[in-house]
């Protein structure tokens, strides 16, 4: 091998690249895809954010969490959760170090995009029934038509039972669809933008096609579909007023590509960094520093109502455990750290465009670390200073994670938010950590297992 010359020499001082995990470390693709396989099952099993906490509960109960008692006193390692109205949790580790030394916070969310149904949602059109939706959070209409649905939600009868439905998902199930134009007939359609493709009040989900069979009563395919859901729940259409329901992809999550490296699925956007968060706060045992995992609700439509990181649930939480302590919650606040836990878009070289190369994150190079997201001019955003991004840097980089930096697209190209400048709010050192995905916010997102497992890595470390 012929000897470097000055210049490289220099350059391979001075210089960067992150690498590609597959080069660098051959050997973790054999555990990433193991460790993927139990995401998968989380993805599958959790698909709504009321399921995800269900789910979520029955993982730290295993592991020995219980719920957690404002009046207690505990001691380093025990562990206890909170749930807060069926929507959101947190659980946390207790660590050796006082309380006022800060925690180590870790903020993911889980709920997805998706389609709601309106409160009002069953009607009938020219013998077809039908629901009413109106989308949830960031969506591209068009990618909702002609996939398979899922009906999930809950219902709160009349005499207060509460019934959780689910339709779609098991091996048998009916399933739902929106309806698109064939092209043969889509001449005027496809003179319409790309955003208006399929309109917001043209995400009508066909349920039902066979009529009641009396002639005297007017919308007979209506009433069969309502008879129908009357024999499986017992509900009546009066009874949507007083529901959640969810209309969301029903395929389950996949390998993807002939070498098996991505995970692909609904909902990777945030849940892929709830279970990694979950993992990581499950295992960790004596920690320096009491953890707080987050898995909170409405990221996706601004953090707003009181599951959403922009109400007071979690700062309440904090004080009480700097109650126990008898400390004050600002002086814990203020020495504390946050992992704003949330996916970044992968450079797309399909839609190269509207990336900045140099400065956007890569699939199957590790966890991105963006240090601002907001909309052009950082608007919106919580922008982590230098000595945030030195800590979780120096956590990751003593722990052997592979990581990366990347904005969200090119400067004008867009922008968007995350749970960061909520936690900021509260007087906490944060920066957003997660995992590149491509397709983000589409009924199905591809993840890198690579990037995936070394998620989890980098926040057993930042939990150690």
Not at 8 to 32: R, S, V
Not at 208 to 222: A, L, W
Not at 377 to 393: F, H, L, P, R
Request: proline content about 4%; some cysteine.
């Amino acid at each position: 091998m012929s000897k470097k010359t000055n210049g490289q020499e220099l350059q391979e001082k001075l210089t960067w690249k992150f690498p590609h995990i597959a080069k660098d470390a051959p050997q973790q693709m054999e555990k990433a895809s193991k460790f993927c396989e139990g995401y998968k099952e989380f993805l599958n099993g959790g698909k709504t954010e009321r399921e995800c906490v269900r789910l979520a509960v029955r993982m730290l109960k295993k592991a020995g969490y219980k719920p957690f008692d404002p009046k207690a006193s505990y001691e380093p390692g025990d562990k206890v959760y909170y749930v807060n109205r069926e929507k959101s949790v947190i659980a946390t580790t207790f660590g050796k170090k006082p309380l006022t030394d800060g925690l180590r916070i870790n903020g993911a969310h889980i709920d997805s995009p998706r389609l709601d149904l309106k409160p009002n949602p069953v009607y009938e059109k020219e013998d077809i029934a039908y629901f009413k939706t109106h989308y949830y959070g960031g969506i591209r209409k068009y990618q909702w038509g002609t996939i398979p649905l899922a009906m999930h939600g809950v219902i709160v009868k009349k005499d207060g039972e509460k019934v959780e439905i689910s339709i779609g998902e098991k091996e048998g199930d009916p399933v739902f669809c929106v309806t698109d134009l064939l092209p043969h007939l889509a001449a005027k359609q496809n003179d319409r933008k790309l955003a208006e493709g399929i309109k917001g009040e043209e995400l009508n989900i066909v349920v039902g096609s066979v009529p009641f069979q009396d002639e005297d009563v007017k919308e007979p395919v209506k009433l069969l579909a309502l008879q129908i859901l009357n024999e499986m729940y017992g509900i009546t259409e009066h009874d949507f007023y007083r529901a959640e329901i969810e209309m969301i992809p029903a395929h389950k999550a996949a390998d993807v590509g002939f070498d098996r490296s991505m995970v692909g699925a609904y909902g990777q956007d945030d849940r892929v960094c709830a279970y990694t968060a979950l993992l990581a706060e499950i295992e960790t045992k004596k920690p320096a520093r009491t953890t707080v995992t987050i898995l909170a609700d409405k990221e996706e439509i601004g953090s707003n109502g009181n599951t959403g990181l922009d109400s007071d649930y979690v700062l309440h939480y904090i004080e009480d455990l700097a109650d126990q302590a008898g400390v004050k919650a600002r002086d814990v606040l203020r020495n504390s750290l946050c992992l704003s836990s949330d996916v970044n878009a992968a450079y797309d070289p399909t839609f190269s465009d509207v990336y900045e190369a140099r400065n956007s994150s890569y699939i199957n190079k590790g966890c991105v670390l963006t240090k601002y997201t907001g909309a052009r001019g950082k608007s919106g955003s919580n922008d982590a200073s230098a000595e945030t991004m030195a800590k979780v840097i120096g956590i990751m980089d003593s722990e052997g994670v592979y990581w990366q930096a990347g904005e969200l697209g090119a400067v004008d190209a867009g922008g968007g938010g995350t749970i960061a400048k909520f936690v900021a709010g509260m007087d906490v050192d944060t920066v957003d950590l997660g995992v590149p995905i491509l397709s983000m916010h589409a009924p199905f997102e591809l993840a890198s297992k690579l990037d995936v497992y070394n998620t989890y890595k980098a926040f057993k470390a930042f939990y150690k």
